[in-house]
Nanobody
């Protein structure tokens, strides 16, 4: 049974830091490209960060230099370390797993974890 479970969200003050985690099971985690998205109320879902199975990373311009994605294949977990958080970072953060070459597309989503940046 496939499971993708985010954790670590919460309330943080502007300028603060937070790390969210995504624990996966039921599929070959080490093969999959892992992504973090976020969705704020009334806004479109935004791709925040990507990490490939080789460990290559890419970031949205809005978070570049502040956020860092990493993965631990021994724990089937991907992380998003967020620093210098601002109110505009407030959103539900969602984890996505994407098989890099499967046809049809094989992808899994978590339920999300709420991050609120407010004083």
């Amino acid at each position: 049974q496939v499971q993708v479970v985010e954790s670590g969200g919460g309330l943080v003050q502007p300028g603060g830091s937070l790390r969210v985690s995504c624990a996966a099971s039921g599929f070959s985690f080490n093969i999959y490209t892992m992504k973090w998205y976020r969705q704020a109320p009334g806004k479109q879902r935004e791709l925040v960060a990507i990490i490939t199975r080789e460990g290559n990373t890419n970031y949205a311009d809005s978070v570049k230099g502040r956020f860092a994605i990493s993965r631990d294949n021994t724990k089937n977990t991907v992380y998003l370390q967020m620093t210098s958080l601002q109110p505009e970072d407030t959103a539900v953060y969602l984890c996505n797993a994407l098989h890099p070459w499967a046809v049809p597309i094989r992808t899994y989503w978590g339920q999300g974890t709420q991050v609120t940046v407010s004083s």
